[in-house]
């Protein structure tokens, strides 16, 4: 299992994913034994990528991404989509061995079961069905079990994480190949003996063993020497199958090409980070990664630990200085005298990253440490995951929506090679770069993609903050955005194209009409017409009988017809939809005048915005408001609030009916209490459309003097909400005017009614404390 | 060997630092009696092969090994050890242990306090030689930090941050230089550090922004945070550990009833964290819940078990002893008290008998 001989025709070798130490003797092996063929753990659905991972001008980390659309229900009746990437960093053996196949001329395969396989042949809740296992290298299983926590209380060291580092990462170099072999195989032999038979079938272990080993067997018909490489946990499985030579592979399924697929993408170090939440790979990834380009550019791994961990201090310390933390050069040197101390004092070959963190937390914290002052140790941290995210070399395979993007990012300066947050502020109105990145952004946004979020800048959809003119937005990339990206590859070949699909797809699934116009708003900030869609969206305000739906869709289109040209947005087709949904809620409006009190204001608010439309763009059809609110007033059952609200707007088109209103106020009054209580919402209607009636030349206030003075006191107080909402329409100085006319009615000051009367301040603390000594004394 | 109340870790474990140095074959720092690797065996346990056969090294601190690891380190360095942390989290003992296992001596301290003052961290004089023979070597009298820079070995610092701060920056020019200048003595007055001198301090965090230390004072030093023990069952250990060897050197011949000394580490740990095992929030006491005053309670019950002729440790007595450990410094701490055994009532009445008669003793707390 563990020869290098000519003669040994199978040579397996263990890797722990992401691990320096096992791309390092696994270079030197393939050098001593010189193979015909690599295999390699790996969904064989990606194998065609290949070439695009070697591809020169890739640089990691890269992925391949896989994604399984469950429609035939084989992998449970949900019908979910499943996707998960296996990620490839400069240190992961598996892109080394790929990379050696690909300068010695071997061929080099992925062995492993098809994605949809893996998926279908794994139970719920187990491997790769996890809830938040995305990632295809995982490496749980050699830190799980009694055998690398009795190794950690043997060997003093704090988890398997520093146990890993200290007997093979740095104590792996130093051995010959075959010696670090057989140290592998032990290990893992050891964590398979541990392993549940039952979790093995239930996270589809055995049936990709079968898969793997049949592979094996058929690839060793044709070559010679054949090297295997695959995670530690699978060797010994593999080693026994091949050896019993009766290997039945599974079975496979047949899947829709649509619904399966593997695509190349830009990865990052962040997400290959274990401690990212995937658990599985290595802690620290750039740190490795570090640690075996350091290996491979001076050709010995003499010295890889500590230069590397040295960088990391020099950096740590730069990025501490920065935040105005105390990290001078005697700290630096303290912590290197004691990174390198500890390293023998613990027997370690040279200073891992443990070290390094240690000898940081000791020297570079100044005082207690707290989560306050530990911000040296994190900043290290952060240092030793990565910032960076990789890059596809070879386009043919990427997607073209990742290409479009990337080169969308290039031409408008937004830097999408990194996972560090940036911010990007854009004037919408002051250059066309501006309204481009907006636009972009926004477009990135509407995809789903996670790039991007909108910190501050006008929001068209909620209607807030029109005024602005600036939008500030914080991005960064990760892997979910090319992820998200590679989702909506069949949507179009640009991120312009995918939103217009995504877009049109949207529309098609609405029924409301406010809804299908929120999409067009979110079309107008992506700066996409809507001209195509204009059609659908007739269809749908059309077919839409929701008064209040149709209302608000016309506030939207509304918004695009008059920031249109702001925008620069070249498309007129919200002018006709406006006129659409008037048609509509003309039609619908003598219906509502008998609405349930709680949907009163809704309906005066469309109203009111009808009023509004037939002052500006509909123009001409004022004549059909008046109509259709004149059969509004006139319907047998009517609404107070929404009553008052069509009075009001009448009298815009026809004086008399101030008389009408003042009527119909005095209707209010001359009733049982019950009606006089309705005056008030009457009130809040009418105010709301037509404040300016109460100064007129008429007897509004001395009757709205009445009806307030005429209530009994509980009756009032039940009312007071409806009153306060029918006031809350009049400015401060209208408020002021209806006080100063309400106090000559009842002999008194305006001061006096809106104030009150100003008491002392001693005789209101002597009132006070003769009400408590009343009450002390009555109990 | 003359028995003493406490005698110093170099005493106590004679045997055991005989056995590490007649085996030691590591590198050690100059003026170092053992390697730091013998060290680390010292504190934290391990074995050592003899010509009479393999000899066990108890394990003398627990909690965090790595921080153990940075102390040697830090010591053998050109940085000086501050431990901080809260009280009673066995910041001296590993301070003394420390400079037992390095130097062979735990005793070279200076008490930090509000009255200490340059002179009791430099050096002072005899005045009747003083005055009789004038400013010389022998009217000198060197404090533990000249001691320390004389022989080579470490001075200890207890409680730095009591001391002034201007008292404390004493410390800078002997840090930095490595020289301490006594002017009265003329040429012969400057003392220069012998390789293997080292300061240890410590300092408690409960007296943080009394006498903070000034900048220039903590660059010399690399600090160390010591955690209270955070896992019971390691408490227990610790608790039952330490009162067997109180009670050994007390003369108290009883066993130690792991039973009461559970229900002691339970209830320190959980007023410390502020939550029950079963995750129900406690009011955590002003008072400091550490493991040594744990210690304390469970040595004064079997004490008074002892003495009044009882047979084993009675619970209600070590509610009584509570009460004298948990509220020292606020009245509030008592009701916190009584509001935990009301809670634990809840949780742990069905725990066993001790654990009943234990909280059926509530009635004590007042």
């Known amino acids: 299992m563990s020869s290098l001989s000519g003669e040994n025709r199978l040579l397996f070798f263990p890797v722990r994913h992401h691990s320096p130490v096992c791309s390092y003797q696994l270079t030197r092996v393939i050098e001593k034994y010189r193979p015909d063929i690599i295999l390699i753990e790996g969904p064989s659905d990606a194998e065609e990528l290949i070439p695009v991972l070697t591809h020169e001008e890739t640089r990691l980390p890269a992925a391949v991404y896989y994604f399984y659309k469950d429609k035939k229900k084989l992998v449970s009746e949900e019908a979910e989509d499943y996707k998960c990437y296996y990620p490839f960093l400069n240190s992961s053996p598996e892109y080394n061995a790929l990379l050696a196949a690909k300068h010695t001329g071997i061929p080099a395969r992925f062995i492993d079961l098809p994605y949809y396989e893996l998926m279908i042949n794994t139970s719920e809740k187990s491997g790769l069905r996890r809830a938040e296992k995305q990632d295809y290298a995982d490496d749980t299983r050699l830190t799980q079990g009694d055998v690398y926590r009795a190794l950690c209380g043997r060997t003093s060291v704090r988890g398997f994480e520093e146990f890993w580092e200290k007997y093979f990462e740095i104590g792996g170099l130093r051995l010959s190949p075959e010696g670090f072999l057989r140290q592998m195989h032990t290990y893992c032999l050891m964590t398979r003996e541990n392993a549940d038979p039952e979790e093995l079938e239930a996270d589809g272990t055995n049936v990709r063993e079968r898969f793997m080993a049949a592979r094996i067997t058929e690839e060793m018909k044709s070559h010679w020497r054949v090297l295997v490489v695959t995670g530690g946990f699978h060797s010994s499985g593999l080693y026994e199958l091949v050896m019993s030579g009766d290997v039945k592979p599974p079975k496979l399924h047949t899947v829709p090409a649509d619904c399966k697929g593997a695509f190349p993408a830009a990865y990052s170090y962040e997400a290959a980070d274990a401690l990212h939440g995937y658990a599985s790979g290595m802690n620290y990834p750039y740190f490795y990664d570090s640690v075996y380009r350091r290996i491979c550019e001076s050709g010995s791994h003499e010295g890889a630990f500590d230069g590397t961990a040295l960088d990391l201090l020099v950096r740590t310390a730069k990025a501490c200085a920065k935040k105005d933390l105390p990290a001078a050069l005697p700290d630096v040197t303290a912590a290197l005298s004691m990174m390198r101390g500890l390293a023998a004092l613990r027997g370690v070959g040279e200073s891992g990253i443990y070290e390094l963190i240690d000898a940081v937390t000791s020297t570079f914290i100044k005082g207690e440490k707290t989560l306050s002052s530990s911000l040296p140790i994190d900043l290290l941290k952060k240092l030793a995951v990565g910032e960076g995210v990789g890059h596809i070399g070879d386009k043919s395979r990427v997607p073209p929506l990742i290409t479009d993007f990337e080169e969308q990012c290039k031409k408008l300066r937004i830097d999408c090679d990194t996972v560090t947050p940036k911010t990007a502020e854009c004037g919408l109105f002051t250059s066309a770069k501006g309204l481009a990145v907006s636009r972009f952004l926004h477009r990135c946004r509407y995809l789903g993609t996670g790039f991007c979020k909108l910190q501050k800048g006008a929001d068209l959809r909620e209607n807030r903050d029109r005024s602005r003119v600036r939008e500030e937005w914080t991005y960064r990339r990760t892997p979910s955005t090319d992820a998200a990206l590679i989702d909506h590859t069949a949507d179009g070949f640009t991120i312009e194209e995918a939103c217009r699909t995504a877009a049109h797809k949207t529309l098609a699934g609405e029924r409301r009409c406010e809804e299908a116009a929120k999409t067009a708003v979110d079309c107008f900030v992506m700066g996409i017409p809507i001209s195509d869609e204009r059609q659908l969206l007739t269809e749908r305000t059309a077919a839409d009988g929701d008064f209040f739906s149709v209302g608000g869709g016309m506030r939207y289109f509304e918004t695009l017809h008059r920031l249109r040209e702001l925008y620069g947005y070249e498309d007129e087709s919200a002018e006709e939809l406006i006129g659409l949904c008037f048609s509509k809620l003309i039609a619908m409006l003598p219906t509502m005048a008998n609405l349930p009190k709680e949907a009163a204001d809704g309906c005066i608010k469309v109203m009111k915005h009808m009023s509004a439309l037939t002052d500006s763009i509909l123009r001409s059809r004022a004549g059909e408001l008046e109509t259709a609110l004149r059969l509004m007033v006139s319907a047998p059952d009517r609404q107070p609030a929404v009553y008052g609200a069509a009075m009001g707007l009448l009298c815009r088109f026809d004086d008399s009916f101030r008389v009408e209103a003042e009527r119909a106020l005095g209707g209010y009054l001359r009733g049982a209490p019950e009606v006089m209580k309705q005056g008030a919402e009457y009130l809040k209607g009418l105010f709301s459309a037509a404040r300016d009636i109460m100064f007129g030349e008429n007897d509004f206030l001395r009757m709205t003097d009445e009806l307030i003075t005429g209530m009994s006191g509980e009756d009032f107080t039940e009312v007071l909400p409806q009153l306060r909402l029918a006031f809350g329409y009049f400015t401060p100085q209208e408020t002021s005017a209806t006080a100063k006319a309400a106090a000559a009615l009842h002999d008194t000051t305006a001061s006096e009614i809106r104030f009150g009367r100003v008491i002392d301040e001693g005789l209101y603390a002597f009132g006070k404390r003769l009400d408590e000594e009343i009450a002390e004394e009555m109990t | ?366």
């Not at chain 2, 306090?113 to 030689?129: H, P, R, V």
């Not at chain 2, 220069?192 to 000034?214: C, H, Q, W, Y």
């Open chain 2, 1 to 366: 060997m003359e028995r003493y109340i406490k005698p110093p870790v170099e005493v106590r474990y004679a045997d055991e630092l005989a056995a590490l140095a007649a085996s030691d074959t590591g590198k050690r720092p100059e003026n170092w009696k053992l390697s730091p690797l013998a060290v680390r065996t010292f504190i934290l346990g391990g074995s050592v092969k003899t010509p009479s056969g393999r000899i066990k090294i108890s394990r003398k601190f627990y909690g965090n090994d790595a921080l153990v690891e940075r102390s040697i380190i830090t010591l053998a360095g050109s940085r000086g050890l501050m431990l901080v942390g809260e009280p009673g989290t066995a910041k001296t003992m590993l301070s003394e242990l420390l400079s037992a296992a390095c130097c062979g001596v735990s005793t070279n301290t200076v008490q930090g306090t509000a009255g200490t003052t340059e002179d009791m961290i430099k050096y002072s004089w005899n005045y009747a030689l003083l005055l009789s023979k004038g400013p010389s070597r022998e009217a000198l009298v060197p404090s533990p930090l000249l001691i320390g820079m004389e022989r080579g070995i470490f001075a200890r610092f207890e409680e730095i941050t009591r001391t002034p701060a201007e008292i404390q920056d004493s410390l800078i020019s002997v840090m930095s230089d490595q020289i301490l200048n006594i002017p009265e003595l003329g040429d012969e007055g400057l003392v220069l550090a012998r390789p293997g001198f080292n300061i240890i301090g410590t300092a408690n965090t409960r007296d943080k922004g009394v006498n903070e230390m000034s900048g220039a004072l903590k660059r010399r030093f690399n600090f160390e945070t010591v955690e209270p023990v955070r896992d019971v069952k390691l408490e227990k250990e610790i608790i039952v550990r330490e009162a067997e060897d109180m009670a050994k050197a007390g003369h108290i011949d009883m066993p130690v009833d792991t039973d009461v000394a559970e229900l002691l580490a339970v209830t320190y740990h959980e007023l410390r964290e502020g939550r029950t095992a079963d995750g129900t929030v406690v009011e955590k006491p002003a008072a400091v819940m550490s493991t040594a005053e744990a210690v304390s309670v469970y040595f004064q019950t079997v004490s008074h078990a002892w003495y009044y002729g009882a047979s084993r440790p009675d619970p209600a007595v070590l509610t009584e002893n509570l009460i004298g450990a948990v509220c020292k410094e606020n009245k509030d701490d008592l009701e916190k008290l009584r509001a935990y055994f009301r809670t634990a009532s809840k949780e742990k009445s069905k725990a066993g008998a001790v654990w009943k008669e234990y909280l059926g003793s509530s009635k004590l707390l007042k």
